[in-house]
């Protein structure tokens, strides 16, 4: 498998040292376990984060030129799931979604425009995302390295499972049979991610049990010429791979990628939507 590791040398994977004339860098993250919300209250959510984030760097960009102590900025992990959803990013194109309202209604889906980055892609029941808002000038002010490190996180949850997961070179995302001439390249994971002042917003979908005809009304991510899978499907259709066992083998993995010590809080579980 060519992982992070073999394809960076793995000093990148260090989050950069401290600057000794500023305070020490927060790597803690926060990490909420919503369960399954409604993603405009969680998209909400992010942002309200992101924006407390922003405001404690104003400050201490002002702070700087007065000699004032500097506040730290918090990093934060919400996962979830979705009812099922459509979303748009910035770069996509409307048609890339196949229904229209009556259709959407009738699939019980949801569609919004959003502000990260990519194309169209589905959330659902069954399926673990990841919304990091996380300052990266607390880790590595690159938005490279971080969405590498994303993947790797998913390739290494993968690889417990005995699944050879991948990237493809000019392809955002985890991807199985992945290798150069593979018959048939199909996404697990889907990454779309917008960053402001090096802080994050949006994240990673990895797909473990959903219902994956729901990507049958897209073209996902506008490509139109690889298929999607899941976790499940690619173990044989297993019900029993649960999101939660998933979430609970990514995250050390992708708190450890980051140079994040353990998780400093979670939340308790929710298990309707909101």
């Not at 409307?94 to 019980?108: G, N, R, S, V, W």
């Not at 029993?240 to 708190?255: D, G, K, W």
Request: glycine content about 8%; proline content about 7%.
């Amino acid at each position: 498998m060519a992982s992070f590791v073999e394809q960076f040398p793995p000093q990148l994977l260090d989050a950069a040292a401290p600057d000794d004339a500023r305070p020490a860098p927060n790597r803690s993250v926060q990490v909420q376990r919503l369960g399954l919300v409604d993603y405009v209250p969680t998209w909400q959510l992010q942002e309200q984060l992101m924006d407390a984030t922003l405001a404690i760097k104003v400050r201490n960009r002002a702070a700087e030129t007065t000699g004032e102590a500097l506040q730290p900025t918090p990093n934060h992990l919400l996962l979830c799931e979705h009812p099922h959803t459509y979303t748009l990013g910035k770069s996509g194109k409307p048609e890339h979604l196949l229904l229209d309202e009556a259709a959407l209604t009738a699939h019980e889906a949801s569609f919004h425009r959003i502000n990260r980055g990519g194309d169209i892609t589905y959330h659902g029941p069954g399926q673990l995302v990841g919304y990091p808002i996380l300052d990266l000038d607390n880790f590595r002010p690159d938005i490279h390295w971080y969405l590498r490190v994303l993947e790797e996180a998913v390739i290494r949850t993968l690889a417990e499972y005995g699944l050879n997961a991948g990237r493809i070179a000019g392809l955002t995302g985890v991807w199985l049979d992945w290798e150069s001439g593979a018959p048939n390249p199909r996404k697990i994971c889907a990454l779309g991610v917008k960053c402001s002042r090096w802080v994050t917003l949006h994240g990673f979908a990895l797909n473990v049990n959903p219902d994956l005809s729901y990507f049958g009304h897209i073209v996902p991510c506008g490509i139109t010429d690889k298929a999607v899978t899941s976790l499940a499907q690619e173990l044989g259709g297993a019900a029993s791979v649960s999101v939660a066992e998933v979430q609970e083998r990514l995250l050390p993995l992708l708190l450890s990628l980051l140079g994040a010590p353990p998780a400093a809080f979670s939340s308790t579980d929710s298990n309707s939507a909101k």
